[in-house]
Antibody, heavy 121, light 111 residues
Framework: EVQLVESGGGLVRPGGSLRLSCAAS????????MSWVRQAPGKGLEWVAN????????YYVDSVKGRFTISRDNAKNLLILQMNSLRVEDTAVYYC??????????????WGQGTLVTVSS | QSVLTQPPSAVGTPGQRVTISCSGS????????VNWYQHLPGTAPKLLIY???QRPSGVPDRFSGSKSGTSASLAIGGLQSEDEADYYC????????????FGTGTKVTVL
């Protein structure tokens, strides 16, 4: 069974940092691109970033470029999102998700339960 | 501000058919396949339709997707109370350097 379990969310002051982790199991982690998606309170879904299977390619939404870093540890089946210079508008539930493979395109049907990040003074 | 535009809400009664539109451009829907997600509060989003009209296993055939030009649609036939949720279209956008974009979202209410 595919499982994605996020951790690391919490309350942080503006300008602060937070590191989110996503532990993956039940599938061959090294075969899949992985994404982070967030949902701010009362807002819609927003794709944040994704990373290639071997970590050699990374893409970010413009609003987090230069502040967030996506990475992965394939030996530990771990997806990471390092968030620096956090802003109030980064407050959201952050989901880890597996990207599609094969005849599918985009984010697949496997998501974590989400972890809440609150940026507030 | 999303580049994929959806109506904010759609309303129907049990048994009715509801259609949700998703309007994009040549750099996203016009050139890439569209996915649809169902999102209930407090849960993880669920992939409902992929590559414009394909249904993952387990998704009822009441849900159908289509695409024409730079627009896509999700239809829910035989509306049920458990279909009350938020629905999002999504696609890759070539003009945004490999970004995946979600639509603005549509809240479906079952009266």
């Amino acid at each position: 069974e595919v499982q994605l379990v996020e951790s690391g969310g919490g309350l942080v002051r503006p300008g602060g940092s937070l590191r989110l982790s996503c532990a993956a199991s039940g599938f061959t982690f090294t075969s899949y691109w992985m994404s982070w998606v967030r949902q701010a309170p009362g807002k819609g879904l927003e794709w944040v970033a994704n990373i290639k299977t071997d970590g050699s390619a990374k893409y970010y939404v413009d609003s987090v470029k230069g502040r967030f870093t996506i990475s992965r540890d394939n030996a530990k089946n771990l997806l990471i999102l390092q968030m620096n210079s956090l802003r109030v508008e980064d407050t959201a539930v952050y989901y880890c998700a597996r990207d599609c493979i094969g005849d599918c395109s985009g984010v697949d049907n496997y998501w974590g339960q989400g972890t809440l990040v609150t940026v507030s003074s | 501000q999303s580049v994929l535009t959806q109506p904010p809400s759609a309303v129907g009664t049990p048994g009715q058919r509801v259609t949700i539109s998703c309007s994009g451009s040549s750099s996203n829907i016009g050139n890439n396949p569209v996915n649809w997600y169902q999102h209930l509060p407090g849960t993880a989003p669920k992939l409902l339709i992929y590559v414009n009209h394909q249904r993952p296993s387990g998704v009822p055939d009441r849900f159908s997707g289509s695409k024409s030009g730079t627009s896509a649609s999700l239809a829910i036939g035989g509306l049920q109370s458990e279909d009350e949720a938020d629905y999002y279209c999504a696609a890759w956008d070539d003009s945004l350097n490999g970004h995946y974009v979600f639509g603005t979202g549509t809240k479906v209410t079952v009266l």
